[in-house]
């Protein structure tokens, strides 16, 4: 259970990098015509998904529940949220649970409790439950687009300008590591959530 902490009634800014990516989701299989809620069972000495399949669909209901009050609390006491996590527009994607153990991909149901358990974020979903409160909602766009809307590549060119070559070298490869289309850039995606009330549009949307 997700417990949310009881705010003052005063204006909320809130920057979340990769939180909503490790809130619990649930996903549901469907077998025939029905679909039914995945869960894990211990077989033969280990765990395992029951029901199987590959046809998935997955929600997350605490990642909404927190969204709904960080959006409801902005839209009644005023402040701004920026929202940055990898995951997806234009509806369901199926199964996105991931797990890393050790700095690399493993199966979600070994090493338990060992590994960093993810899972895509839905931003179609967030944006919907952000507005039902009255709030505005801006993107979700991409990381790379949104960086390189708010100067990334100005303030590298300018960090640039006194380094060395090494350090030059290793500005340029973080910009693209978090720029970069086939790297961080199209998969983060980035959103802003900000009172209806502010007249003002955020800057890099």
């Known amino acids: 259970m997700i ?12 920057i ?8 619990p989701i649930r996903q549901e299989v469907k077998t025939g015509a029905e679909w039914q809620t995945r869960k894990v069972d211990y077989i033969n000495n280990k765990l395992t998904w029951l029901p199987e399949g590959n046809n998935i669909r997955e929600t997350s209901p605490a990642s909404l529940a927190v969204m709904t009050r960080i959006a409801a609390h902005i839209q009644t006491c005023g402040g701004a949220a920026l929202i940055i996590d990898y995951g997806y527009t234009g509806g369901e994607k199926g199964d996105s649970l991931q ?8 199966n979600p149901l070994e090493n338990p409790g060992e590994a960093d358990l993810t899972a895509h974020v839905d931003f179609d979903a967030f944006g919907k439950a952000a507005m039902k409160t009255g709030a505005q909602i801006f993107g979700a766009i991409e990381q790379g687009t949104f960086l390189k809307r708010m100067g990334a590549e100005l303030r590298a060119a300018a960090l640039c300008k006194n380094a060395s070559t090494q350090q030059q070298k290793n500005i340029l490869s973080a910009l693209e590591r978090i720029t970069a289309p086939h ?6 995606k980035v959103m802003a959530i900000i009172s209806s009330k502010n007249p003002l549009s955020p800057a890099g949307f």
């Open 3 to 14: 417990r949310l902490i009881i705010c003052p009634p005063l204006p909320l800014f809130l």
């Open 16 to 23: 979340a990098n990769e939180f909503f990516d490790a809130l």
């Open 99 to 106: 797990a890393m153990h050790k700095h690399a991909f493993t």
């Open 183 to 188: 790297q961080m850039g199209e998969l983060f």
